[in-house]
């Protein structure tokens, strides 16, 4: 799977580049990452790439010419292939793991960084064929989000993740297609290692126990009470058992 990043910034992902999923990713030869210098597909001896808003206000806005450019460079180079181009941007699409499972399909696909106030409406309308948020908070630009975004799409890619890790993300993806939900659709239990005594606070007996079965149900409480309270919206389209509703009924009570 190969990205083309095209930002103002292509130092910014120096770091992300070099540790972990995505420097692994890159290594194994399973993704190819391109990052692409917006200024240098202006044409004016000060690699303009911004101006001020049509009809005032403050701030400035990315320019089309600069970013149509770069973008019709990439299509050139394989003319004949459809280019899925998306504008991280905070109109976008929320994503999610759903999102992320489609994206990890692609061959191919162009990343737009926005800055500043916001990118002419063009790019979106014309140019991208997809519009991505990651959240509804404001962000200084789309160079985080478009790293948010292939982290999150290059895990899915088959061999990239070990097979322990991947196995599991199978039954995420399937039954719960949630990132913070396990693979029925809640989130995660509490999960402690050595020491089992640290300044007073001790690990959960049962969890010594050995005692597999109790160790099963103690989990899958913790996980309904934890979703119960903080993402009540999971719990309508996990899956759950008659014993995983009675309990939910007790912690009503
Ligand atoms: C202060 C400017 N805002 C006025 C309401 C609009 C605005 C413009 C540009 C807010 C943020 C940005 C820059 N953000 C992104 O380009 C961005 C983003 C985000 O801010 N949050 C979540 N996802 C994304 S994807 C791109």
Redesign the pocket.
Known sequence: MTFDVITIFPEFFRSILEHGLLKRAMASGHTTIRLHDLREFTDDRHHTVDDRPFGGGP?MVFKPEPVFRAVDALRSEAPEKALPVIL???Q?RLLTQAVAEELSHVERLVLI??????VDERVAEHLATDE???????????EL?AAVVMEATIRLVPGVLGNEESTEQDSFAVAAGQPSANGHGLLDCPHYTRPAEFRDWKVPEVLLSGNHQQIRQWRRRRSLEKTWKRRPDLLAEAALSEEDRRWLESLKM
């Open positions: 701030g991280l941007s905070p976008g960084c926005g800055r500043y106030e916001g991505i948020s990651i959240g509804d908070f404001v962000l200084s630009g789309g989000p």
